[in-house]
Every structure is written in C-alpha cells, then in structure tokens.
C-alpha cells in the first residue's frame, strides 16, 4: 500500500511566523501534491509538483510557496502565516491515476 | 473551474439508495469520486474516462455522461460504513492528475 505520511497532525503558530510542513511518500510516485481543505469549499489544489524541482501554482498559490529536493518528499511553506490560512492541509501523490492522500495537517494561526 | 457537487447533504436509512451528481460547465477529461470518513484521509473510490462509461464498485457505482460533463455516483442499499463526504475531482485535460474538486456532499447513513 502507498504511504503518504505528514509530520505533523496538528501544529498552532502565531501570525507572521515561518511554517514548514512536510510530506513524504514511499512509492517513488512522479507527482505530489498540496491541497487545503475548509468547510464548504472542498479541497483547493495550491501547488502541486510533477518531478524533482518542477512546480506548478494551482488554485491557490498566493501566500505559499513549495520546494522538492528529493522525490519522496514535498514541502509546503507560508511565509508569513496569517489568520486565513487556518485549514487542514492535505498532501497527496499519485503515478498517474489515482490520488494517495495523507491523514492532513490541522493548522491555526493565532 | 470548480465542479458544483448536489445535494450538499443527504441523511439515509440503512438499505436506502442514494445518487450524488457532479457537473462542470466543460467537457472533462476525466472525473474522479473519493471517501472521506471523519478525521481521516480522502480514499479513491474510481475514476471514469470515456464518455457513456459505467463503473461499479461493490454496491457503489458510478456514471459518466456521453458528453462528459456531468458524472453520478450511486450508492445502492447503503451501509452504516458509506457515511462520509463524497467528493468528485475533475481534470479538464490529461495534465498530471491536476484535481479540481467539488465542494462535498456529506452522507448519513442511520441505522
């Protein structure tokens, strides 16, 4: 089975504090993924990365930006974390086809 | 372009039949449906391709229209185990799984 695997479930950080989260996959899949997900609006693709160092901006990309040194792992970062991007951040990767999400980062900003 | 998911939600007895539709504005590539129960991650359900494509799963199936804009998943004599939040992803061309999703439809099943 793959294993998407997110460092952290729950993370709480103060406005305009750097964030890291981190998201690894084991099944050496090409393409990963960022999306956020609120009530109501589904989940929303921010950036998303087709091979080492390549990215694209999805839906959302303004506030974040991602880096991929390595295949198995993508990083998505906020800059300046701001009250509005309080959301559960979900990571996926796939080879094509279907979509292996992680369990989600639950963040809030304060 | 966000596809528009209906009903928003839907409340089942145990053994009652249940139809979640996903439409876009623009002929698609491919549509996605995916679980998520609460607290956990979204799991692949399927995925349709061809236009007039039907696709079951266990007691869950799916159907994709001639003109590929509008997919239905069915749920037939549902289970305590089907509730969750149905969402259907939906990718205009074959660009790399790049996934717009509806907004979810949340399903009760009661015993």
């Known amino acids: 089975d793959v294993k998407v695997t997110q460092s952290s479930r729950y993370l709480v950080k103060r406005t305009g504090e750097k964030v890291f989260l981190e998201c690894v996959q084991d099944m050496d899949h090409e393409n990963m993924f960022w999306y956020r997900q609120d009530p109501g609006l589904g989940l929303r693709l921010i950036y998303f990365s087709y091979d080492v160092k390549m990215k694209e901006k999805g839906d959302i990309p303004e506030g974040y930006s991602v880096s991929r040194e390595k295949k198995e792992r993508f990083s998505l970062i906020l800059e300046s974390a701001s009250t509005n991007q309080t959301s559960m951040y979900l990571c996926?990767?796939?080879?094509?086809?279907?979509?292996?999400f992680g369990n989600g980062t639950r963040l809030t900003v304060t | 372009q966000q596809p528009v998911q209906s009903p928003q939600a839907v409340i089942l007895r145990e053994g009652e039949d249940a139809v979640i539709n996903c439409s876009s504005s623009k002929a698609l590539y491919s549509v996605h449906w995916y679980r998520q129960k609460h607290g956990e991650a979204p799991v692949f359900l399927m995925i349709l391709l061809k236009g007039g494509e039907q696709k079951g799963h266990e007691k869950i199936s799916a159907s994709f229209n001639e003109k590929k804009q509008q997919s239905s998943l069915y749920l037939t004599a549902s289970q305590l185990s089907y509730s969750g939040t149905y969402f259907c992803?939906?990718?205009?061309?074959?660009?790399?799984?790049?996934?717009?999703f509806g907004g979810g439809t949340r399903l009760m099943v009661k015993p």
């Open positions: 996926a990767s796939s080879l094509g086809g279907a979509l292996h």
């Open positions: 992803g939906t990718e205009l061309n074959n660009a790399g799984n790049m996934l717009t």
